[in-house]
């Protein structure tokens, strides 16, 4: 199973690192054609690149964004469990006087 979670998980990068590649090679490609006009079907391609480039930097930056929130609410959390352990162990001790 989790060899089936590797796999996946490489293919779905590399068609992720394709995309971005395919993309930013069209738009340098095309970069200097000569356009035809307001319905230029080359510019429209370019604006779906540069759509597909957006979109996707857009998810790498909330994906980072969410990483960081996570790991320091985590590192937070873990700090106000481990004072409040410090902080109520001695009210439990129990003196034994036999």
Do not use: Q, W
Not at 9 to 37: F, K, M, N, Q, R
Not at 45 to 59: D, F, K, Q, Y
């Amino acid at each position: 199973m989790k060899s089936l979670k590797k796999i996946v998980v490489a293919l779905l990068t590399a068609l992720l690192v394709l995309a971005l590649l395919s993309s930013a090679a069209y738009i340098a490609a095309e970069s200097d054609h000569d356009c035809s006009g307001e319905d230029c079907a080359i510019c429209m391609r370019v604006e779906v690149c540069v759509h597909t480039l957006r979109s996707i930097m857009n998810a790498f930056t909330a994906c980072a964004v969410f990483a960081a929130v996570y790991k320091i609410s985590v590192y937070l959390v873990k700090d106000l469990f481990s004072a409040a352990d410090y902080a109520g162990a001695p009210l439990f001790k129990v003196k034994l006087l036999n």
